[in-house]
């Protein structure tokens, strides 16, 4: 049930899959078992065939969506490079990726621009401040076209939530600053790959490299020493206090996950969407296994 899976999975998203992607988004390498696997969903009524698209809910009106999606983040595409490069330009930025709807091929009027960021290590909490008060100050705390709410820094890469959320997350990001860190990123996470075998690899060719601008040169002469690294345990300790005030209706567990704040991790995520995403999906595949008598999937998401 590989096709399932993934057609269930990016329904939650409103997002029908043509054939080839949900080969490329499932975890069994065989062509022929995944169009099977397809044709037998269409026969029993499970999913729908609109234009090429498949879904598991009979609206037509999902794949306009998505095809004006596709032509909204092509169109808007520029814009969310050039405002990589800045953020690239800030200090202790060492890698900027796409992530989140646009990292997909899909951007709407409620669409922002969602930024994966690798910072130097010990600096990962004076890049994330910096970057937060350019958003606030000088962009009026906008968040559409500046959505940094996920550092790693380079010491760690590897991440620890690991399921297919995360690994989708991964194999779609597109790389735009930091060629040799987003390698190091990719090896550091082998585990991801499984997930999908029939995925092509990210092409490194979109990577560039850029000259930090005199200002963040200045900064991080200033803050390369102890006084920095005092700055930067500061700051995180801060931050961590202000989002408990703001965030105390999350549960602890939901907190550690979708606030998570180390020295090498800030996530930014109040709604822990990763975990609603996860959760609904076990409860589609269960809710259609059972309604259509299907093989029980025995690895869940």
């Not at 269930?8 to 949900?22: A, G």
């Not at 801060?238 to 105390?248: L, S």
């Not at 999350?250 to 709604?271: C, G, N, W, Y």
């Not at 008598?293 to 025995?298: A, D, F, G, I």
Request: aromatic share 14%; proline share 4%; glycine share 4%.
């Amino acid at each position: 049930m590989s096709a399932l899976k993934t057609i269930l999975y990016f329904s939650l998203f409103k997002y029908p899959l043509t054939r080839t992607e949900i080969f490329q988004f499932s975890d069994n390498p065989d062509q022929k078992e995944i169009d099977s696997e397809i044709d037998m969903l269409l026969k029993k009524g499970i999913i729908f065939n609109f234009d090429g698209f498949y879904i598991d809910v009979n609206n037509p009106d999902r794949v306009e969506r998505r095809l004006k999606g596709n032509e909204m983040a092509r169109n808007i595409m520029p814009k969310a490079v050039k405002v990589s490069k800045k953020i690239a330009k800030f200090p202790y930025i060492k890698g900027v990726c796409l992530s989140g709807a646009l990292s997909k091929g899909f951007y709407d009027d409620d669409g922002d621009f969602d930024f994966f960021i690798i910072t130097q290590p010990n600096r990962l909490w004076i890049a994330r401040t910096l970057l937060v008060l350019y958003k606030k100050i000088f962009l009026l705390n906008s968040k559409k076209y500046f959505c940094v709410n996920y550092f790693i820094s380079t010491d760690q890469l590897e991440i620890s939530e690991q399921n297919l959320f995360t690994a989708t997350e991964i194999s779609t990001l597109i790389p735009l600053y930091g060629t040799e860190t987003f390698k190091d990123f990719i090896t550091k996470n082998p585990w991801a790959a499984p997930y999908f075998p029939n995925k092509p690899a990210v092409k490194m060719s979109t990577i560039r490299d850029t000259e930090k601008s005199r200002f963040s040169k200045m900064i991080q002469k200033i803050f390369n020493g102890s006084f920095g690294l005092k700055t930067d345990l500061y700051l995180q300790k801060f931050t961590i206090k202000k989002w408990r005030k703001k965030f105390k209706h999350l549960a602890h567990e939901d907190f550690e996950i979708a606030m998570k704040s180390t020295r090498h991790v800030s996530k930014h995520h109040p709604q822990n969407y990763q975990n609603k995403v996860i959760t609904r999906l076990n409860e589609r595949l269960d809710q259609v296994t059972k309604q259509y008598n299907l093989k029980y999937l025995e690895k869940h998401a």
